[in-house]
């Protein structure tokens, strides 16, 4: 085991694909400033500093992923996808499905999000429920850095696109790595915690929230299991139906809104699949329809906290469905 | 007519050109050939057996004039009006068509339509329907060339409505910082959909904006085939010598609307008149019949092999079936 922060993960399983596979490139603003170890060890040709232009980064990189590179690209923060929703949606999601499968997009796009460093919402929106609402395109947002490394691994040689985005608070969070850590098949939940009560979905820094949760919820008796989806597309629908079956309550936790977020899915995904397992109503909690704010304890409320989880889950317990 | 503007004089030296110059009887033919098969389109839709269509009549030119130049390794991409491109690049009309019609022996298996038709044994990597999406895309495909060491360049087809685009300046730009061997060609025939280029650009052209990002470029007379062909090899040699972009401004005029079908009663009537008078095709077939290059007879056997072709694409096109309701999810994922 080897202790790294999510950013040295990130470019650990760089270093690694890249040098398993010459047509592993990364290119995106500041790249080549901010990886230093990666343009001394791959040269200026593999790991590039681009024009701060988001989509013409993206179309770059689909553009090279139909004609034999697999290109990482970071466009630095969520929101800035904006710039690149033509070229990661119309491109590099569907021109596969409308060239009849002549054509393949492995590509990687990085982008951070998420409350804990007071950028406001035009660099912290957590918009992922859009991509996973796009055809053609994997998302994932992991939690821990050794899942960072072996998810982003799998991602750059996944054939598809992947969006990998990354928790600005988690970034400079140290965990421990296994030295030789494989690729994580992506669409595989995690089980943080096991427990028999209640089910607790979530994914990024909320996992943490969960966990943290779970343990005041235990000094009560209650016994919560964790799950960190890791992968929001594919779903691991199986470990969520699992789990359910199991406890008979459901609440999800997640930073982004909460109309049409990932939350929404996985609650219609147990309503139609998991009725009859229900002992409670589906409960989330998740950040409100509203842009992020700047404000260190506004951005802060905008998260959910541990408390409001473990007040959640107590509503539970004494909202008990008539047998 | 070839007018070039460069910010770096190496390259108006003269290159050696390949591959050999245009045949223009075949050149003829292959324009003969493109007309046809967007006029089948227009009468299929007609008698409702396809969808509506953008086509690019009048713009026959710089598709065979600059596909003509391009060797094998090339790779394309190109616009929703992208016809001629596939056609002068050997695409079968029977396969186009069955495509347009959404039959299942379409390049893309009927996925694409007209609007995105893309055949990787052509080296067509993308028809993009978002206008200025070629030019976001053609990048990645320079760069591959580059990483990859492969011979062939980019050549990548917009029209002056993508020139306004934010793109356009993002692509030209990116490609001469990383020197990607991409001819850009603008046919720029002054139409966005359907407003005129005068309301929309205070500037006569486009390659007036590539000195500005480090781009050579040149303006040719786009309804004339054998000038952009050699404006477009000239091109070419200086992008192989320079490994450097190039944009070739071709200034032609859609003489058709924007979607079939279009009445076109948005259109000044002199000014169609006027670019009807430049038809590319008739232009070309009058005077290689003047340098009697081309006999009367010449030119009816080349109708009659055109029309033969249109025929057998449409009876292949027809007898194709279709999809079968299991392709609806395929192909979405890897």
Redesign the interface.
Known sequence: MTTMTVNDAISAALAEEMRRDP?V?IFGEGVATKRRDLLEEFGA??V?N??L?E??I????????????R?VIDLLFAPFLCYAM??IV??AGK??????????F?MVVLAMTGAGWGVGAQHNHNNESWFVHS??L?IVMPSTPADFKGLMKTAIR???PVLVFADIALGYTPGEVPEDAEAIPLGKAALRREGTDVTLVSYAKTVGTCLQAADALAADGIDAEVIDLRSLKPLDEAAILRSVAKTGRLVVVHEASRLCGVGAEVAALVAEKAFASLRAPVLRLTGPDAPAPASFPLEQAFVPQPDAVVAAVQSLMLDVVAA | MTAFLSPDPAVLDPAPLDPAPLDPVAALERMMLIRAYEETLIDLHGRGRAAGTCTAVGQEAPAVGVVSALTADD?I?TNHRSAGHLLARGADPGRMLAEVMGKRD???????GSL?I???ELGV??T?T?VG?E???????????T??K?PGIVACFFGDGAACE??FH??L??AA??NLPILYVCENNQWQAFVHRQETMAADGIAGQAAALGVASAVVDGNDPLAVHDAARTAIAAIRRTAKPFLLEAKTYRLRGHFEPDDQSYVDKAELVHWRGRDPIPRLRDRLERDGRLTAADAARIEARVRATMEAATAFADASPYPGADALT?????
């Open positions: 047509t490139l040709a593999r590039r681009t024009p232009a989509g013409i993206a179309g770059t990189a689909a553009g090279a992923a139909a004609t034999g590179l290109p033509d070229e119309n491109s021109l596969r499905y409308l060239s009849g499968g002549q054509f393949q492995p055809p053609g994997k996944d054939d598809n | 790779l991409l379409g390049y893309c298996g009927g996925k694409s995105h893309s055949a990787k990597v993308l993009s978002i999406g030019l976001a895309l053609a990048t990645g495909v320079g760069l591959s060339r990483m990859l492969q934010g793109r993002e692509s730009n990116l910082v990383w395929t192909d979405v994922y890897a």
